[in-house]
């Protein structure tokens, strides 16, 4: 298939752009804030829509900077140590969702002691809106042309990528934000709606996490390593290896609800 060349820049003013990068972002982050406020007056209530709201705040900060830091710290340390300057270069790209998931936890954890909400319960609700921002981050990935997949001549579907190479790939942005957006919202969000799995608190972030992980891991498959780390232990991605944990972490919440 041809890869429908889109415009990475939706519009530019002289030196500033918007792109739709930035808008996945701001998309994620405000579907699901306006869902959130809906879900956290659900009984056992564990919030207030307006706690929701200065939520929103804290949680941008932790999606940004955990992102970002996750990204230097699991992938290219060695290349930003040698340019430090390069962390604050948001715009060139470079973000890891573990690092972004990462500076969301310890910015809930802060949030609910500062406001005496329950963690694991406000967590919950957050698990159920994580994969919107999950579904949008993965359709900008693939707009950009970037993180494309491996290599599948024999793939009806597969396309050329401007920057893959003259040979046709998975477009595995889009097999991943179907895992890790789609698929797993409905999940989540269809669980969420039992009263009996609510007042589990805790149940729902770890299929949260148990789904997310494996979702991960499955589209690494089809996913062309990064080219600067290549495969790892036993032929293992470094999105897979980062993944494992959270799945052993979904797996002992799951278990000990």
């Given amino acids: 298939m041809t890869f429908p060349q889109i415009d990475p820049v939706i519009v530019q003013i002289g030196p500033f752009g918007i792109r739709w990068y930035a808008m996945a972002y701001i998309a994620g982050l405000v579907l699901g804030w306006r869902l959130m406020r809906k879900l956290v007056t659900q009984p056992p209530a564990v919030a207030?829509?307006?706690?929701?709201?200065?939520?929103?705040t804290w949680a941008t900060l932790g999606v940004v900077l955990g992102g970002r830091l996750g990204y230097v710290l699991f992938y290219q340390?060695?290349?930003?140590?040698?340019?430090?300057?390069?962390?604050?270069?948001?715009?060139?790209?470079?973000?890891s969702f573990h690092g972004g998931m990462l500076g969301v936890v310890i910015a809930t954890i802060l949030f609910c002691r500062r406001q005496s909400?329950?963690?694991?319960?406000?967590?919950?609700?957050?698990a159920v809106v994580a994969p919107i921002g999950l579904c949008f981050g993965?359709?900008?990935?693939?707009?950009?042309?970037e993180l494309w997949g491996r290599v599948a001549p024999d793939v009806p579907w597969a396309?050329?990528?401007?920057?893959?190479?003259?040979?046709?790939?998975?477009?595995?942005q889009i097999y991943q934000a179907v895992l890790e957006g789609v698929v797993l919202f409905v999940l989540l969000f269809a669980l969420s709606r039992r009263d009996?799995?609510?007042?589990?608190?805790?149940?729902?972030?770890?299929?949260?996490?148990?789904?997310?992980?494996l979702a991960r891991i499955i589209g690494e498959f089809f996913r062309e390593p990064d080219?600067?780390?290549?495969?790892?232990?036993?032929?293992?991605?470094?999105?897979?290896?980062?993944s494992i944990p959270m799945v052993l972490a979904g797996i002992w919440l799951i278990r000990r609800r």
Avoid: C, K
């Fill in 77 to 95: 340390p060695s290349a930003f140590i040698a340019e430090p300057l390069r962390i604050l270069q948001v715009w060139t790209g470079g973000m």
């Fill in 48 to 56: 207030t829509p307006l706690q929701v709201d200065d939520f929103l």
């Fill in 227 to 242: 080219s600067f780390l290549g495969f790892l232990a036993f032929g293992a991605t470094m999105g897979q290896l980062l």
């Fill in 117 to 126: 909400i329950p963690l694991l319960g406000f967590a919950d609700r957050i």
């Fill in 196 to 213: 009996a799995i609510r007042a589990r608190a805790g149940m729902l972030t770890g299929i949260f996490l148990t789904g997310y992980g």
């Fill in 159 to 172: 396309m050329v990528f401007p920057y893959g190479g003259p040979l046709p790939r998975h477009p595995s």
């Fill in 138 to 145: 993965r359709i900008a990935n693939f707009i950009n042309g």
